[in-house]
């Protein structure tokens, strides 16, 4: 399987594998086995506060988590045999999992669009650990945090 | 004010105020100035892993900072004056926010129903921090955690 | 090799292997599988505030962590093969390692004496977590936290 | 009092009240209002794995939080009237104080020197949150983390 087709695998997992991250429009726009990003709109139902018109931090910490959950699972899939099925693969990548996950708050979410960027810190047969930013639109620093994932 | 119109004053404003939260179907079922439950029931939107079948942990983690946030409101309101309007004291409770939260994944996410309760650990002037937990209905923990926020 | 050897191995390793911990005084006083305990006294070296002779935050981690590593240790060995030599024990427990640690203070660290107790909340082939909470003598809540660990 | 005394002040306040500082040979090198660095050296007393040779965890967090901390206290008297007396400023500063720390481990802590740096990510009249970096001195990542402060 080439390495390409592997990407468009991925791809497939995450839009139709994980209902959650479409629920919230969560599009992964960007990823290699080293780093990731993905975006979303604002949008009413994602609010936390509605008098101060501010993201919920649950809707932020989902962004991150999926940021680190992409990168990693590339990161697993850049270590196995070419040979396995596709069928093998998403096997494989339904294996990770989120150990533990910390998000810092630094402003509070307001803008158009949310970038999330995530990048490998560690990565191992065992554990990986990821590292990640939420940018709104206008460049300015909303959130960063830190996820430790087991890796099948 | 009295204290029972106060607690509605509060419900009312986490059930019409926190439209992400209502999204997810979370609803605040008990709370006081220590401690607080609420309730999410398993649909298919929430799902993270749909080979497996398991919960995102986005959904968790919202779960978690809800809980930790209805107990911290409910400590803020219990410590002010009781001569306040409704509408201060929603201005108090929108001035809250999350600082910073930890999720630790203990079990997969899978059950009917996902009840997380709150425990006040610190409570400040400034700061303020919750312990919470997240079980499933057959009473088997999925995850803990951590939240730290800044109070009006 | 039997149980109560097992055991005694281990102290060992503790008392002999971790100089650091030796050096804040930190002493192992109560483990099994599932649960440890481990203590130190006030001293000078280390005070973190002398103005308001207040512990070091970093001697409450190195508690914390100390705590969370007995027991994780402790787990793992009660999983080996028990023809294991103590040489191979020691070798399998030097493998474990803390990924990442949280520490949440929550009173200002005064006391004659601090009890650590940690507690297994997660064990598995790959990764271990646990919580731990520190008390002073007269059973203040002085700080809590999670480790979580790659095990041999 | 001249900015240049202000941080003579703090640097004596580091160097001469915080033994536990002084007891693992930490130093600050370098630091403003934005970022501090923080140095010592191996020593065996710091090791927490002897067979593997490995710093503790414990003196890597502390490390982690002793930048932290440099930095937040700077970035706090920065903003004190100028007219406080050096009493005063120690008091401010000893009313600090960290509210929770999280420390990711990346890789065994070896090498002869380690060099930690914090950058303040949040500055606020009540919280403020600082990023720590700890490599050794032939540049490799040892750990990362990120502390949650009270501010006087």
Redesign the interface.
Known sequence: MSSSSLLEQISTFMN??????Q??GIVVTRFDAQQSEVRFRWK?????????Q?L????T???L??AGGVVIMASVIERLNKDLSPEEI??RI?RC????????????GRGEEFITTATI??S?N??A?A?MEMHNNEGM?IA?G?G?Y?VG
Chains 1, 2, 3, 4 share one sequence.
């Open positions: 139709e594998q994980i209902p959650f991250q629920y919230l009413e139902e994602l609010v936390g506060n509605a008098p101060m501010i919920h931090g649950g809707a910490a989902t962004a988590d999926t998403v096997q339904a999992g989120t150990i533990d996950l910390r998000v810092d708050y630094v402003r509070p810190i560690r191992g065992k554990v650990v590292r620093l960063f830190t430790t087991i």
